[in-house]
C-alpha cells in the first residue's frame, strides 16, 4: 500500500471545503489506489463546521482515507503537507476598499506562505482557490523563499472548465470533443477566455460556432459565470467549484491526458508563476495554457496570438501588476 498523500485545505468548514473533501478522500484527486490523509485547517470560528465535516467523513467509511486531522495554526496545519489547498480567505464583500481586502488577505496567505516554507513536505505543491487567488497565490509565494516558485498555483480551472461547459452547450457538442480553450490573465472579469485556438472535434470553434459569439457573449458570460451562479442560486458556485480544484490537482499529479491518435495533447488553464512568456510581466501569477507532465506544469509554447489576444492578455496582466504593486506597497510581498 503506497505511502498516504497528506492534503491540506484550509477553510476546510466552509462551503467547497465541504464539497472537496469527500471527493478527495473518494480517490478522485489521486486515483483508486492512493491513501490520503486529511488536514482540515479553520480559524476558530470555522472549527465546528470543520469537526462537522470530519465526522461526516467518518461516516463516509472511505477505503483511502488515512487519517482526518483538524487544526487551528498554520505550522501544524502544514506540518508534512504535500498538497495544500488554499481556499479560506476574506473575499470582497459589498463596500470593501480594494485596500482592506489585500491587506486582510495578506494577514491570511503572508504567515500561510511562511508556515508552508518552514513545515510541509519538500514536494508540496500548492494551489489557492480563495480570493482574489491570483494575488493571494503571489503573497503566499513570496512567503516562501525555500519553495520553487512554479510549486505555487491560483485555480483558473474553474473558468476554463466553464468555457469548455458552455462552448459545448452552444455547439451541441461534447465536452470531450473539445480541445485548445485557454484562460488567460487573473481570476476576475479582466480574463480573457480564449477560443482562438479552440477545436471541436478537429474543427476550429469559430468555424462552429462564429467569431462573433467567441469574441463577444461567449466572453462575457465565461468572465461573470460567477455572478450569474450567485443570482440563479442565490449562492456562489461551490460544488463546481470543488470540482475544479480536484481537476487541478489530478492533472498536476497524475499529468493532462495523452493526445489521441494524431491530435494534439490537450491543455488546461492554470495561473502559475509567469516566466514572462506571451508578454505577461516575470513573477505574476497569471493564468496560461499549460500541461502537467511528471509532475510540473508546462506552459503551452508557441501560439499565436492576433492583436484582440495580445490586448486582451496584456489588459488582465495590467490589472495583476497593480494587485502586486498594492501588496507590495503595503509590504506584504
Ligand atoms: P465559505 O465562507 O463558505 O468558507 C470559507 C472558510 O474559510 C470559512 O469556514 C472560514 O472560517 C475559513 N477561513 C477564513 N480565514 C481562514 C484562515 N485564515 N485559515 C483557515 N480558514 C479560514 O466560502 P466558500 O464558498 O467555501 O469559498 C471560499 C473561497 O473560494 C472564497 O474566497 C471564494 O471567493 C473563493 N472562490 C474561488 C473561486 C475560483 O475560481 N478561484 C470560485 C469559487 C469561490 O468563489
Same mark, same amino acid.
Given at each position: 500500500v503506497p505511502t498516504p498523500i497528506t492534503v491540506t485545505v484550509t477553510g476546510a468548514g466552509g462551503q467547497i471545503g465541504y464539497a472537496a473533501l469527500f471527493r478527495i478522500a473518494s480517490g478522485a484527486m489521486f486515483g483508486p489506489e492512493q491513501p490520503v490523509a486529511l488536514r482540515l485547517l479553520e480559524i476558530p470560528q470555522g472549527v465546528k463546521g470543520a469537526e462537522g465535516a470530519a465526522l461526516e467523513l467518518v461516516d463516509g467509511?472511505? @477505503?483511502?482515507?488515512?487519517?482526518?486531522?483538524?487544526?487551528?495554526? @498554520?505550522?501544524?496545519?502544514?506540518?508534512?503537507?504535500?498538497v495544500a489547498l488554499l481556499v479560506g480567505s476574506r473575499p470582497r464583500t459589498a463596500?470593501?476598499?480594494?485596500?482592506?481586502?489585500?491587506?486582510?488577505?495578506?494577514?491570511?496567505? #503572508? @504567515?500561510q506562505g511562511r508556515a508552508i516554507n518552514d513545515h510541509a513536505a519538500d514536494d508540496v505543491r500548492v494551489l489557492v482557490v480563495?480570493? +482574489?487567488a491570483n494575488t493571494n497565490a503571489l503573497i503566499a509565494q513570496r512567503n516562501a +523563499?525555500?519553495? @520553487?516558485?512554479?510549486?505555487?498555483t491560483a485555480m483558473t480551472r474553474l473558468d476554463h472548465n466553464r468555457a469548455?461547459?458552455?462552448?459545448?452547450?452552444?455547439?451541441?457538442?461534447?465536452?470531450?470533443?473539445?480541445? #485548445?480553450?485557454?484562460?488567460?490573465?487573473?481570476?476576475?472579469t479582466t480574463q480573457y477566455p480564449d477560443l482562438s485556438h479552440a477545436t471541436i472535434a478537429g474543427r476550429p470553434a469559430f468555424d462552429v460556432v462564429?467569431?462573433?459569439?467567441?469574441r463577444g457573449a461567449f466572453i462575457e458570460r465565461v468572465a461573470n459565470r460567477g455572478a450569474e451562479i450567485i443570482e440563479v442560486r442565490g449562492g456562489s458556485?461551490?460544488?463546481?467549484?470543488?470540482?475544479?480544484?480536484i481537476d487541478h490537482v489530478r492533472d498536476w499529479s497524475l499529468g493532462t491526458p495523452p493526445a489521441a491518435e494524431s491530435g494534439v495533447a490537450p491543455w488546461t488553464s492554470v495561473a502559475l508563476p509567469s516566466t514572462g512568456a506571451y508578454g505577461i510581466p516575470e513573477g505574476l501569477l497569471a493564468s496560461? +495554457?499549460?500541461?502537467?507532465?511528471?509532475?510540473?506544469?508546462?506552459?503551452?509554447?508557441?501560439?499565436?496570438?492576433?492583436?484582440?489576444?495580445?490586448?486582451?492578455?496584456?489588459?488582465?496582466?495590467?490589472?495583476?501588476?497593480?494587485?502586486?504593486?498594492?501588496?507590495?506597497?503595503?509590504?506584504?510581498?
Open positions: 467509511a472511505f @477505503p483511502l482515507l488515512a487519517s482526518i486531522d483538524i487544526a487551528t495554526t @498554520p505550522e501544524v496545519g502544514f506540518d508534512g503537507a504535500n463596500g470593501m476598499e480594494r485596500a482592506d481586502l489585500l491587506a486582510a488577505n495578506g494577514a491570511i496567505f #503572508g @504567515p480563495g480570493n +482574489p +523563499p525555500d519553495v @520553487p516558485a512554479e510549486r505555487f469548455v461547459g458552455l462552448l459545448a452547450e452552444h455547439a451541441a457538442a461534447r465536452v470531450a470533443d473539445i480541445a #485548445g480553450v485557454t484562460i488567460w490573465g487573473n481570476h476576475s462564429g467569431e462573433e459569439w467567441g458556485s461551490v460544488a463546481s467549484a470543488a470540482n475544479a480544484a496560461v +495554457p499549460a500541461r502537467a507532465v511528471a509532475g510540473a506544469w508546462q506552459v503551452v509554447e508557441g501560439l499565436e496570438l492576433d492583436e484582440f489576444s495580445r490586448h486582451r492578455i496584456a489588459a488582465s496582466a495590467a490589472e495583476l501588476a497593480a494587485e502586486r504593486d498594492q501588496v507590495a506597497e503595503m509590504g506584504l510581498i
